[in-house]
């Protein structure tokens, strides 16, 4: 099917005894964004970092962008872009710098990353920041950086674990602002928060209890199938019986 | 090659942002260059030494003047008799006894033999052991003197080769320096740059920024020579100081070739920085790797000739320093700086460190996982 590009099939990852992510299976259509929801510590990081390449699964499979994650995590690498739950832009490099390193290091090309690094700047509006180090800025602000940086080479998938996690409501209409836009440009989304009108704003949702993935549907027919008014009922609904919690 | 650009691009920022690792790098060696060699110093002067001469022969005195002209004794006690020596032991104003034996210059000319006896006080052993070493070759000394003069037809014929020889010998201030800076030198780059790279990666594991790293196709050994090359570099920086201080500060020279000098420190710095870097991909957090690498430096450092000699180590510990990069590094450094040894000489060190180099790095690149 050329319009899943997230396949997934009993994929699952133990630490130990403990299973952090249990036979999830889901599959991601082209161009949706598509809201991974879950308590802490249900699991949600583990698998995304399974999607990316950067954790081994213990078993099961699955296919990003029409390539195993097992076997071709590189060229899955060049097709996705990720953000991770901690910041993890180099501090002490400036705005620019950072553009230009990841954008170097994804093989774009002098006149790209010249020209994307001064788009990026003023779409974020970071004009006045752009030369100073990154440690400087403030939380939303760094966070808006990771997300550019990520699809900074036009991936095809981009996967943002809890992007506005601590972020102030301004920031964060920002932010969704910037997803809708690369969702518009044809970059599908993976996100994971735990704000429940952020995933309103998504097209279909999973929501994982301790491991497993116990609801996944449009957020009007999930609210149906659960006879809530609300996500957030949904929601309550289902992690009101999680075990794990942090 | 371009990502190696951007790799590079950014940790030189980073470098030379951080100014702690800039001090680290310029001034530490330059300190430890002018301390260490000073303070690990094992010189004694004013050794003081009883002789108990029963010849009263020429010889004898030759002998006695001779050693108290090399300026590191001082005569407590002369003429007196064995037991007044132990005595002056016992009191701890000598270090020393000499003891000459009756006709000691009868035996010496006739029977071509003689021997001296020599008391050590334990107590300051270090300084009465010392002092015993120097009474050792200056005795030594004193026996080919006479026998350039007893058979003037001999192998030793110039005297004046004599004097060259004995006048380095009888200098150990001189020669302990000269012996311990090269040594040094090796030291600090091996400090710099194996720390440097082992707390490298790891920081990035740390702060979290590997993962956005592995996240992209970069291939591992570019990641690891975008590691490699600045590090190289600066290790080639803090040698270069290291033979600017001891010029400046100690006066010494490479009697060999430069060129030879950096290509060797060029090879051996690979390979620490290799063992860094490996150190670095199996270590989470920098107190670990901090730790491990502390470990191997201290056996490193103390197993690798800087002041006990090899050749003195037991059988086991001389096997194990084979293993030892830093003793392949000392050794060449005081073979090429002060023996002024040459490409040739040095080549199966060189052989043996670019095999080092080459198994440490490939190792690192293995063991770096950009999954886990
Ligand atoms: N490397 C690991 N070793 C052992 N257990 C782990 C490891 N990583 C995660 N876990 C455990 O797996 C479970 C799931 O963790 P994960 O980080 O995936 O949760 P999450 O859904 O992302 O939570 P949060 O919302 O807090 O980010 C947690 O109980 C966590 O403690
Ligand atoms: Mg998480």
């Known amino acids: 099917m050329e319009n899943v590009v997230i396949k997934t099939d009993k994929l699952t990852k133990r630490f130990g005894d403990f299973i952090a992510a249990n036979e999830i299976t889901f599959e991601v259509k082209k161009g949706e964004i598509f809201g991974f929801l879950g308590a802490n510590g249900a699991g949600k990081t583990t698998a995304m970092r399974m999607l990316c390449g950067l954790s081994m699964p213990s078993s099961g499979t699955a296919t990003i962008a029409g390539f195993n994650v097992y076997k071709q995590t590189e060229d899955i690498k060049r097709n996705i872009g990720y953000m991770s739950q901690k910041f993890s832009l180099y501090e002490d490099l400036t705005v620019l710098e950072n553009i230009r390193f990841f954008g170097g290091i994804y093989g774009l090309s002098n006149r790209e990353l010249k020209s994307k690094g001064e788009e990026l700047v003023e779409q974020l509006g970071l004009q006045k920041e752009a030369k100073k180090l990154v440690q400087a800025l403030p939380l939303g602000w760094k966070q808006k950086l990771s997300f550019s940086v990520a699809v900074l080479h036009q991936p095809k998938i981009v996967f943002l674990d809890e992007p506005t996690g601590g972020v102030d409501p301004v920031t964060r209409r920002q932010f969704w602002d910037l997803i809708y836009e690369a969702s518009a440009k044809g970059i599908t989304i993976f996100v994971t928060t735990h704000y429940m009108d952020e995933a309103e704003y998504c097209d279909r949702l999973s929501i994982m209890v301790d491991g497993k993935i116990e609801a996944l549907d449009s957020p009007a027919n999930l609210k149906k199938q659960f006879k809530a008014a609300s996500m957030d009922d949904v929601f309550y609904q289902l992690a009101r019986g999680a075990k794990r919690s942090d | 090659m371009r990502t190696i650009r951007f790799l590079l691009e950014k940790e030189f920022r980073q470098i030379f942002r951080n100014r702690a690792i800039l001090l680290m790098i310029i001034v530490m060696p330059t300190i430890q260059l002018i301390i260490l060699p000073l303070a690990a110093n094992y010189e004694v002067k004013n050794i003081n030494l009883s002789v108990v001469d029963h010849d009263h022969s020429g010889y004898a005195q030759k002998l006695i003047s001779k050693v108290t002209a090399s300026g590191y004794f001082k005569l407590t006690g002369y003429n007196v008799s064995f037991k007044e020596g132990m005595k002056l032991i016992e009191a701890d104003e000598a270090d020393l006894i000499l003891e000459i034996p009756q006709d000691f210059e ?85 400090m710099v740059g194996g720390f440097l790279s082992a707390l490298n990666i790891v920081k990035e594991k740390e702060f979290g920024t590997i993962e956005q790293i592995n996240v992209t196709p970069i291939r591992k050994h570019h990641f690891i020579l975008g590691k490699l090359i600045p590090f190289w570099a600066l290790g080639n920086v803090v040698f270069t100081i290291g033979l600017l201080v001891s010029w400046l500060i100690y006066g010494i020279v490479p009697v060999g070739n430069l060129l030879v000098l950096y290509f060797f420190a060029s090879v051996f710095l690979l390979a620490i920085l290799g063992f860094g870097l490996l150190i670095s991909t199996f270590c989470d957090t920098q107190q670990q790797a901090m730790f491990i690498m502390f470990f191997f430096m201290m056996i490193f450092i103390l197993m690798g000739g800087l002041f006990t000699p090899i050749d003195s180590m037991p059988e086991w510990a001389k096997v194990l320093s084979r293993f030892n990069p830093v003793s392949y590094m000392i050794a060449v450094m005081r073979m090429v700086i002060l023996k002024g040894s040459g490409f040739k000489d040095i080549l199966p060190q060189l052989g043996t460190m670019a095999l080092f180099a080459l198994v440490l790095n490939t190792w690192a690149v293995i063991n770096y996982k950009k999954r886990n």
């Open chain 2, 106 to 190: 009868r035996n010496l000319v006739r029977e071509d033999q003689q021997q001296l006896f020599i008391a050590v006080n334990a107590i300051n052993g270090v300084k009465a052991n010392l002092g015993g070493a120097y009474l050792g070759s200056i005795i030594r000394d004193f026996n080919k003197e006479i026998r350039s003069e007893l058979l003037p037809i001999s192998r030793f014929n110039g005297a004046a080769g004599i004097e060259l020889t004995s006048s380095n010998r009888y200098n150990p201030f001189m020669q302990y320096k000269f012996f311990m800076v090269p040594g040094i030198m090796a030291i600090l780059v091996t």
